[in-house]
């Protein structure tokens, strides 16, 4: 069974058509890429996946369960099976790394203080982070801030993934570290994944599976492997983008 599926998704701020007619399905151990340019709508469907924008139309369906069709407590305990690593790492200024990481299992409030504190050490490690957890988020470079974040997204051990532009604003040596990071954590923990990027090199790095988004027809325009968009492909935008080329025109 999928753990995510989408179908024939319509996405508007008011009037605004942004997105219409996505489809796509997300499994265990897959990697997803939302892929296309600049103002295409590719945060905005990360915004409609993970509970903060209703649709217009269509279905988010979570396992068997229709999100948006769904109870408030049900939508709540939806969203306990999902991390979040957003483009800023979102990382709550005030507090500490460890006490940021710690976050999520306070709320679930499944585990004892003392249970919450060996979790959110034991991720802290895995994501290189350990030695700074008594840090501040000020006193991080981007790439430690965006290495919290993650920990933070699977601390309380989530059966999917959200990735809002991992990769933005890190050099290419942080960039590549932490591509291999989202690998380790998919192959041991088995998450299903969406990443939403413009980065060519995360983009071939990471995902098996993607969605192009078209800011001129506001629809898909291409589905499947990354590589094969690359090598395949015959739409023009699809084409330009996966070879990093200006569009012809007449």
């Known amino acids: 069974m999928a753990l995510l599926r989408v ?30 340019g600049s103002g295409c709508g590719k945060s905005t469907l990360m915004k409609c996946l993970i509970g903060l924008l209703e649709p217009a139309s269509g279905q988010v369906m979570y396992g068997e369960q229709d999100y948006w069709r769904s109870n408030d407590a049900m939508r709540k305990q939806l969203r306990s099976d999902i991390g979040v690593l957003f483009q800023s790492a979102a990382l709550w200024s005030s507090m500490t790394v460890l006490d940021n990481v710690l976050l999520p299992l306070q709320v679930q409030q499944q585990l004892s203080p003392a249970e919450q504190r060996a979790r959110a050490m034991e991720v802290l490690a895995w994501v290189g982070m350990s030695e700074a957890c008594d840090r501040m988020p000020a006193d991080l470079s981007g790439g430690m801030k965006k290495r919290v974040g993650l920990a933070r997204a699977i601390v309380a051990r989530p059966h999917m993934l959200f990735l809002d532009e991992p990769s933005a604003g ?16 998919r192959d041991k923990t088995g998450a299903g994944i969406v990443i939403v990027t413009h980065e ?38 699809v084409r330009a983008f996966m070879h990093r080329e200006e569009i012809k025109t007449p």
């Open 200 to 237: 060519l090199p995360s983009i071939y790095a990471l995902a098996d599976d993607g969605i192009f988004l078209d800011a001129d027809s506001k629809q898909p325009i291409a589905h499947g492997s990354p590589v094969k968009m690359r090598d395949e492909s015959n739409h023009p935008t």
């Open 170 to 185: 890190l050099d290419p040596i942080s960039s590549h570290k932490l591509d291999r990071l989202i690998l380790d954590i």
């Open 7 to 36: 179908h024939d998704l319509r996405l508007q701020y008011g009037q605004t058509l942004v997105q219409e007619h996505i489809h796509l399905q997300l499994a265990s151990g897959q990697i997803l890429a939302v892929m296309g």
